[in-house]
């Protein structure tokens, strides 16, 4: 089982450490809710250093990535720049999703998921072996998130510019004292995400836990993406499903017409043709709701819950769905062979500490 250089100090704050993609990470601290709820009032930290980064470097690397991606990078127009894409096979699925950054004309990071780093790398490299330019893993490197509306402040006490860190626009990225430092997140916060050398992580996450972040597991991190709408590689996203089965059509670069990304012509095919929704769901009645329910209207099934659980904000049972066609009447959610109400809500549920959503006809969850 892999760790990560904090471990020793997870296990000192009494984390509840778990497997997770090969990695025994920290599920909470005590508390999952609680930590939930720091991170939409104040500031929670993470450790996410599973995650892999890949530094591309070489003449051809743009080309390279808009042939790779969904999204088309030519719209980091700037140094610094970010932008989520979807990574496809060629029949349209989901290899990953994950974010890439503009460091140089000729140098890009893309930081990728755990569970998937080491096929996705291959995936990468047997792609870019015409385009003449260098892979390499940053295994030196670590990666914290620091998430929540005081996160930014926290975070500005310790870099030499903190004027410039608080100027630094969101989906934007930047060094700072050896930091790379983005705006960006998986919670619907405002915060960070930093990555640093290996030798440097222990040394900040005791300066920001001084400050006042709180320790935030994973278990934390899936109720507020879940809170925020966001998907789940791997229960969201897979191989089998293509970005507009999962509410990702705002992520595919239709245009130019002329960048033919990997993946194009099955997604121009299965769009032409797609009725399906990819909706957020609010259970009405007692009861959780957990991936993989079926979903009913008229008694017959036309989708199934990608995610869900209970929402410490919203103090209701939530849920991503996908549905093979918009409802004819009412919808229904199948738990342990009970039919039960659930209503369709425009995602997401939850951001910046707010709630997005109508609850008035939703029960409290006992």
Not at 130 to 152: E, F, M, N
Request: aromatic residues 6%; negative net charge; contains cysteine.
């Amino acid at each position: 089982m892999l760790t990560t250089p904090l471990h020793p100090n997870h296990t000192k704050l009494g984390a509840h450490m778990a497997p997770f993609a090969g990695w025994e990470m920290p599920i909470h601290y005590g508390s999952q809710i609680e930590e939930h709820h720091q991170v939409r009032r104040a500031a929670g930290l993470f450790d996410v250093s599973h995650m892999v980064v890949a530094d591309l470097a070489g003449s051809n690397c743009q080309a390279m990535l808009q042939n790779l991606l969904a999204n088309d990078v030519g719209k980091l127009n700037q140094n610094g720049r970010a932008l989520y894409s979807c990574m496809l096979n060629h029949d349209g699925g989901v290899i990953d999703d994950l974010i890439v950054y503009r460091r140089a004309a000729d140098q890009y990071r893309l930081v990728l998921n755990a569970g998937t780093a080491e096929s996705d790398l291959a995936w990468i490299a047997a792609q870019a072996s015409s385009y003449k330019i260098t892979i390499k893993s940053r295994q030196d490197l670590a990666i914290l998130a620091l998430q929540g509306p005081t996160a930014r402040q926290l975070m500005a006490t310790l870099v030499s510019d903190p004027d410039a860190l608080l100027a630094l626009g969101k989906f934007r990225a930047a060094e700072f004292d050896q930091f790379f430092i983005a705006r960006t997140g998986y919670t619907g916060e405002d915060g960070f995400e930093i990555i640093l050398p290996k030798q440097q992580v222990v040394a900040l996450w005791e300066q920001l836990l001084a400050l006042g972040a709180a320790p935030t597991g994973l278990g934390a991190r899936d109720t507020l993406r879940l809170e925020a709408g966001l998907c789940l590689y791997g229960q969201d996203l897979d191989q089998q499903h293509t970005p507009l089965q999962s509410g990702l059509n705002w992520t595919i670069a239709w245009q130019p017409e002329a960048r033919d990304f990997i993946g194009r012509t099955a997604l121009t095919t299965a769009a032409s043709s797609y009725q399906g929704m990819f909706v957020g769901l609010l259970l009405e009645d007692k009861g959780v709701l957990r991936s993989g329910m079926t979903l009913l209207s008229n008694d017959q099934p036309i989708g199934i819950t990608t995610s869900g659980g209970f929402a410490p904000t919203l103090q209701r049972s939530i849920a991503l769905a996908r549905l093979s066609h918009k409802p004819d009447d009412a919808l229904f959610v199948d738990i342990r062979g009970k039919q039960k109400p659930v209503r369709i809500v425009t995602l997401p549920f939850a951001r910046n500490g707010n709630i997005m959503v109508d609850l008035q006809s939703a029960e409290t969850e006992s």
